[in-house]
């Protein structure tokens, strides 16, 4: 038979062989140019800063809490594979700087583990916002993403992160007053603060750049002729500022937290300009410990008029005209976990029936104490089972942490890393 007989297009199986090659290359062309065109799209990386909130300071063991609402059960979904072990995303790379900020970077694949450290460099048992933003954020583009966090504990947005276009630190005359009755001199005084002034703003934008400049280094993948933008910065701070009356004399008041809106916006500009970006979209995570004010039980009175006034001046300069979509406030608020504060309140209790009783019985069995520590006992555990149900005793393992660290509640943080990717996606350029 020849050559040219075989492939005659009268011959059946030539036609047949002919249109089974024809359909194999219509379906792995599309293929093949989503892959070329992905790879041509520059590298999305975002940036997370703040302080303790955004290292994040929920332990792995408050997973299993979010599973108990029917509401969040699908992000622990997300969070973990079938084996409830943490996931770890294929497509989603970090580099996480804390610590003193000299070399304490640590970085790979983003799994759970990122969140506050004691060794910067090792794998934690905490989780930050960065997680479920990771996870979110790579369903949502489906691509490879690069995430930077640098976050420090108790740092202030007024002096730590104080960018340069805010200027120096001012003190006001109460302050100075302060200082002559400790014996301290206003020039000293102001030394001390010109050192602070802006060496964690500093220690951030360095690092971004020090990343940036040899993406490799974390994210091995990465082409450079591919390049890259950076999509989004989120800033999740804001505990130090407000509960700082020395900087803030007149907090709680209308107008009282106003210097800290200010400063926020000479930070979007300035961080755009120093890293070059200036269109990238900014999220400010508005701290929300407690829940919305207007639920505040009696306890929790005297706080409202300070976190109303001061979650205000977070959000102001989403308002601001030159900020007008390019800048988001997210209410973190709204993922408080009310079901778990009221567990805990039922905890509580039980707690303070303990202590009243060890007291009341100190020095069994002398005059002063009456009911032996082993009556006690079984007087507490009779309460415990009257107070707190079985479904209760496990809410309490969603708490790992203080109110101030969201209860260290991963049911909490999870959904505002969730808010986080969810505000900023639509403004990533595809």
């Given at each position: 038979?020849?050559?040219?007989?075989?492939?005659?297009?009268?011959?059946?199986?030539?036609?047949?062989?002919?249109?089974?090659?024809?359909?194999?290359?219509?379906?792995?062309?599309?293929?093949?140019?989503?892959?070329?065109?992905?790879?041509?799209?520059?590298?999305?990386?975002?940036?997370?800063?703040?302080?303790?909130?955004?290292?994040?300071?929920?332990?792995?063991?408050?997973?299993?809490?979010?599973?108990?609402?029917?509401?969040?059960?699908?992000?622990?979904?997300?969070?973990?594979?079938?084996?409830?072990?943490?996931?770890?995303?294929?497509?989603?790379?970090?580099?996480?700087?804390?610590?003193?900020?000299?070399?304490?970077?640590?970085?790979?694949?983003?799994?759970?583990?990122?969140?506050?450290?004691?060794?910067?460099?090792?794998?934690?048992?905490?989780?930050?916002?960065?997680?479920?933003?990771?996870?979110?954020?790579?369903?949502?583009?489906?691509?490879?993403?690069?995430?930077?966090?640098?976050?420090?504990?108790?740092k202030s947005l007024?002096?730590?992160?104080?960018?340069?276009?805010?200027?120096?630190?001012?003190?006001?005359?109460?302050?100075?007053?302060?200082?002559?009755?400790?014996?301290?001199?206003?020039?000293?005084?102001?030394?001390?603060?010109a050192k602070a002034?802006?060496?964690?703003?500093?220690?951030?934008?360095?690092?971004?750049?020090?990343?940036?400049?040899?993406?490799?280094?974390?994210?091995?993948?990465?082409?450079?002729?591919?390049?890259?933008?950076?999509?989004?910065?989120?800033?999740?701070?804001?505990?130090?500022?407000?509960?700082?009356?020395?900087?803030?004399?007149?907090?709680?008041?209308?107008?009282?937290?106003?210097?800290?809106?200010?400063?926020?916006?000479?930070?979007?500009?300035?961080?755009?300009?120093?890293?070059?970006?200036?269109?990238?979209?900014?999220?400010?995570?508005?701290?929300?410990?407690?829940?919305?004010?207007?639920?505040?039980?009696?306890?929790?009175?005297?706080?409202?008029?300070?976190?109303?006034?001061?979650?205000?001046?977070?959000?102001?300069?989403?308002?601001?005209?030159?900020?007008?979509?390019?800048?988001?406030?997210?209410?973190?608020?709204?993922?408080?976990?009310?079901?778990?504060?009221?567990?805990?309140?039922?905890?509580?209790?039980?707690?303070?029936?303990?202590?009243?009783?060890?007291?009341?019985?100190?020095?069994?069995?002398?005059?002063?104490?009456?009911?032996s520590p082993k009556?006690?006992?079984?007087?507490?555990?009779?309460?415990?089972?009257?107070?707190?149900?079985?479904?209760?005793?496990?809410?309490?393992?969603?708490?790992?942490?203080?109110?101030?660290?969201?209860?260290?509640?991963?049911?909490?943080?999870?959904?505002?890393?969730?808010?986080?990717?969810?505000?900023?996606?639509?403004?990533?350029?595809?």
């Amino acid at each position: 038979m020849s050559r040219q007989h075989l492939f005659h297009f009268h011959s059946p199986v030539s036609f047949g062989l002919l249109m089974s090659l024809a359909l194999t290359l219509i379906s792995v062309l599309p293929t093949r140019v989503f892959a070329e065109e992905l790879a041509k799209k520059p590298l999305k990386v975002f940036v997370l800063c703040g302080q303790s909130n955004m290292e994040g300071h929920a332990k792995l063991s408050s997973f299993d809490h979010i599973g108990l609402d029917p509401k969040t059960a699908p992000i622990l979904k997300e969070m973990t594979f079938d084996d409830k072990k943490p996931r770890v995303c294929d497509q989603v790379w970090i580099s996480y700087l804390t610590g003193s900020g000299d070399g304490d970077e640590g970085m790979g694949k983003l799994t759970a583990g990122y969140g506050s450290r004691k060794v910067p460099t090792e794998a934690g048992d905490k989780i930050g916002p960065e997680f479920t933003f990771g996870i979110y954020m790579e369903k949502l583009l489906d691509e490879p993403i690069l995430i930077i966090k640098t976050a420090w504990g108790g740092k202030s947005l007024n002096t730590d992160f104080r960018s340069p276009s805010a200027g120096a630190y001012e003190f006001n005359q109460k302050q100075f007053d302060g200082f002559k009755k400790r014996g301290l001199t206003k020039q000293a005084a102001m030394q001390e603060k010109a050192k602070a002034t802006g060496k964690y703003y500093r220690l951030m934008t360095g690092h971004v750049k020090r990343v940036l400049g040899d993406i490799k280094r974390v994210y091995p993948d990465y082409d450079a002729e591919q390049g890259y933008e950076l999509s989004g910065f989120v800033w999740f701070q804001g505990w130090n500022d407000m509960v700082d009356g020395s900087t803030y004399p007149n907090r709680g008041k209308p107008g009282g937290y106003d210097l800290y809106s200010e400063l926020m916006a000479h930070f979007i500009r300035d961080v755009r300009k120093d890293l070059s970006a200036p269109d990238m979209h900014f999220v400010i995570g508005v701290m929300g410990t407690g829940g919305p004010v207007e639920m505040y039980d009696a306890s929790q009175q005297r706080y409202k008029g300070i976190h109303s006034s001061f979650r205000k001046a977070m959000a102001a300069p989403a308002s601001m005209p030159e900020f007008k979509g390019n800048v988001t406030a997210v209410l973190t608020e709204k993922y408080w976990d009310h079901e778990l504060e009221a567990v805990i309140k039922k905890n509580d209790l039980v707690n303070q029936k303990a202590r009243a009783l060890a007291k009341a019985n100190q020095g069994f069995p002398d005059k002063k104490g009456t009911i032996s520590p082993k009556d006690q006992k079984i007087i507490v555990d009779q309460f415990r089972a009257k107070t707190i149900s079985q479904r209760d005793v496990e809410i309490l393992k969603g708490r790992t942490n203080a109110a101030y660290h969201y209860l260290g509640s991963a049911k909490i943080m999870a959904q505002i890393g969730k808010a986080f990717a969810e505000a900023l996606s639509p403004h990533v350029k595809n």
